[in-house]
């Protein structure tokens, strides 16, 4: 798999915010800003014509602890305030580097 991004505008601006008209709509999976307090995984859903997206939800257990999974959703493509690319993670083994 090539590190080239797919978008010139993540090469260019890889780890910036960037507007949600510039946001790929190729497949690309993205950090998505849709007004949660944090970045969510997303991704552009071309059958559906939306952002499909991945938030943690979490619910207190009737024994104490708290329960915590993923779960999909959509979002309107006008939803979207801002976007960057997901960080590269390195496979070197050892590496210490974010």
């Known amino acids: 798999?090539?590190?080239?991004?797919?978008?010139?505008?993540?090469?260019?601006?890889?780890g910036s915010w960037l507007p949600p008209e510039s946001a790929p709509l190729d497949g690309t999976m993205i950090l998505g800003d849709f007004g949660w307090p944090w970045a969510i995984p997303t991704v552009w859903d071309t059958y559906d014509e939306q952002w499909s997206v991945a938030t943690v939800q979490a619910?207190?257990?009737?024994?104490?602890?708290?329960?915590?999974w993923l779960e999909t959703d959509t979002e309107n493509k006008t939803q979207l305030k801002r976007?960057?690319?997901?960080?590269?993670?390195?496979?070197?083994?050892?590496?210490s580097q974010p």
Not at 1 to 14: C, G, I, V, W, Y
Not at 60 to 65: I, K, R, T
Request: charged share 20%; proline share 14%; hydrophobic share 35%.
């Open 1 to 14: 798999m090539s590190d080239t991004p797919k978008t010139d505008a993540m090469e260019e601006m890889l």
């Open 59 to 68: 619910s207190p257990m009737a024994d104490g602890p708290m329960n915590y």
């Open 83 to 95: 976007w960057m690319p997901i960080p590269s993670l390195s496979n070197i083994q050892g590496d």
